[in-house]
């Protein structure tokens, strides 16, 4: 059997904002990896541990935890280990869930660690899912009821860090038969057509032209 690996997003704490696809994943999985800054590998100092644990309780589940130590130093070596724990626990189970704050797109360890399994075990990344989920500024709009962007505004995220930066842009809400020849020329454009709807297309370039008003294009940093 196919090993499968899940890279689920929690939401923002608040266990109702967990989307369905993420419970499921939990629910069928059979081990889930739990990112925790305990350096003696309890779950003392894990936020994810607390919101499975609510998750057990409120759906009436329990899975084996593994305890993942993050200690948030940015350092090669510890996102290897990571991945260390993650294939030897798929070792042992066929299906496993590695959890992540918010959402995985955002400043999470996920693609940290996918960087190294794509190079590592290329049939475990294709095998791989990464489940979206609430951001925390997603959930911060809400819970003050104002919107990030609307009309003629957007919306920008600041890492605060004393350096420049790359920065991936997304692009939406196009008129039908833009040309997208006014948008910067790069390689890290991806075009997404109607994506969860009929007609869904992922294209990994700019597209020419729009033909769908449900088009939004992400140049992603590089
Ligand atoms: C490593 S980033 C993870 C972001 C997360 N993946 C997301 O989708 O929001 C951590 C930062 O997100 C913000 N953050 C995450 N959860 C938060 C919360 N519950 N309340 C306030 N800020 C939060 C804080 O700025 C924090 O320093």
Redesign the pocket.
Known sequence: MDKKLYMV?LG??DIDLLTIKALESLKNCEAICVPTKSSDHSFKKSMTKKIIDKLFVKYNFNKDLIPVYTPMHFKKEDWQYQVDIIQDTLKKYNKVCFI?????????TVYYLLDIIKVQDKSLYDNCEVIA?V???S??SARVKKPLCMGDSKFEIIPLLDKDIPSTKIYMRPKIGFDTSVLPSSNSFYTFENLNYDFEKITPKKIEKTTKYMTLFIDFYS
Do not use: E, R
Not at 100 to 108: E, I, K, N, Q, R
């Open positions: 997003s923002p704490g992540t704050l918010g959402d995985a797109a955002v400043y999470s989920g951001t925390s500024f959930n911060a």
